[in-house]
Each structure stands twice: as C-alpha cells, then as structure tokens.
C-alpha cells in the first residue's frame, strides 16, 4: 500500500530556482512543475502554486524535505492544508474508494496522476479559504452599507480590497487546471479513465465552480464598491468646485469694497 502526503505549503514555491539547487533523479517537469523520483517507488512533486505531494516518505523525511524548500516559497502559509490518500498498486483493476484508489500495477505515470490529483485538491482547500475571508470581508461591508447607509472604507482600503480579490483570481486562473487532462491521458485509456476517476472522488470541478460562483459575487460587490467610490469623488469634486466659486465670490466682492 502506498500513501500520498500533499501541503500547501506558502502561495507559491520558484521551482525554477529550486530545480537549480535540488539535485534528485528529475523524472517530468515544465514552467508549472517538478517530479522527482528520490528512490524506488518514492516520489516528490512540487508545485509552483505552493503545494508539494509526497509518495511514501516518513514524517522525518518530509519535514526535511519542507525545511530544505522553505526559502524557495514565497508567503509561506502560518496553518498548512494537507490531504492523504491511499493507493492499492496490486489489484486487478481500476477502483475508486472515498480515500484509496486501486491500480493495476505500478505504473509512474499513473503514481504521478494520482499525486497531482491530490495537489490539485489541496490548493482547491486553500483558495476556497481565501475566497471565503474575502466574502467575509464583502458581508461585513455590505451589512455597514444596509444599516447606516454609507460605505465605510476609504478609498485605498477600497482599491486594496479590489486590488486582493482580483490578484486572487488571476491566481486561480493561471494555477488550477481542473478541467483540462494532462496530455499523457489523451493517448492512453488507462491513464484517461484513471484522471476523470480521480476528479470524481476529489470532486474537483464541482468545487472548482464553488469558487467561480463565490469570485462572480465578489465581482458584483466590486463593481459596486468601484462605483460608490467613484459617487463619493464626484460629490467631494462637486463640493470643492463650489467651495472655489464661493471663495472668488467672495474675493470679487471684497475687492470691490475696498476699491471703493
């Protein structure tokens, strides 16, 4: 039996630096991603959006490991997400249980499907997190609006919270691709039956459009923060072109008083 470790471990990790200065075996990589194989049947993979999936490794050897990437992440999270998930490499067939899928054999593309399933549902675990707080945040806004009328928030604080909510789904975007297939699984049946599988059991693109329906509201409340930011700035222009005109009323009129 072999498990699968998974941690988001900060929001994101420079795989380009880390490839540099980690030497194991590199069995797959690209922009987004490292595989290593570290011995017989143990892997590691590790992500750019922060996530690193261990293959049979001790609780000693993946401390290690996360003590050895710690200054190649950037923001690392104070509470890390994890997830486990067993994997039966000895039955006849394909199989799905809520928390162990069964494989017919040991098959590394297979090894690795499986551990970017498990990754990808992590990060899914931690941007349903920060989507939550930013909801939060927009109910709190929303309520103060309800009971006294007015926004309350300047409009830095405004455009920062723009600013949070938009870098949140930039991020999204560019690091989750839960409805697209590695290209390995295009030409092998095994290995595509074993992705959509997998997606079922994580549940990942229901979940996924859990947090494109929560990024949608928040688009909403930002659209109309932006625009009661931009009343407010009209009414203070208003108010400073009159305190102007009154001010050269005023001038005018004193000017003629003393010309007098």
């Known amino acids: 039996m072999f498990k699968v470790h998974a941690y988001q471990l900060a929001d994101s990790i420079d795989i380009r630096q880390f490839r540099t ?7 797959h990589s690209d922009a987004d991603e490292l595989f290593f194989k570290i011995d017989t049947d143990k892997f590691i993979y590790v992500f750019k959006y922060g996530v690193v999936s261990f293959l049979n490794h001790s609780e000693i050897e993946m401390s290690a490991f996360i003590q050895l990437i710690s200054p190649f992440c950037r923001h690392i999270l104070p509470v890390r997400l ?3 998930f067993d ?3 000895n039955a006849g067939r394909l199989h799905f249980g809520f928390d162990k899928v069964s494989i017919p054999k040991r098959d590394v593309e297979m090894l690795r499907l499986i551990m970017l399933h498990v990754s990808q ?5 931690h941007f349903e997190s920060l989507t939550g707080l930013l909801m939060e945040e927009a109910n709190r806004h929303t309520q103060s609006l309800e009971v006294r009328g007015r926004l309350e928030l300047s409009g830095i604080r405004i455009k920062r919270y723009i600013g949070k909510a938009l870098n949140l789904k930039n991020r999204i975007a560019e690091n989750l691709y839960i409805f697209d297939s590695p290209e390995e699984t295009w030409v092998d049946e095994e290995l595509n039956t074993l992705d959509l599988g997998l997606k079922r059991t994580f549940d990942l693109q229901s979940r996924f459009r859990t947090i494109e329906k929560r990024l949608g509201i928040l688009k909403e409340n930002l659209d109309l923060f932006k625009d009661l930011l931009q009343y407010r700035n009209s009414v203070v222009l208003e108010w400073i072109i009159i305190l102007l005109i009154f001010v050269e009323v005023i001038n005018l009129f004193v000017e003629k008083i003393m010309a007098r």
């Open 21 to 27: 200065a980690f030497t194991a075996e590199l069995f």
């Open 82 to 84: 994890s997830d486990e």
């Open 87 to 89: 994997i039966d490499t």
């Open 121 to 125: 549902s992590v990060a899914l675990d």
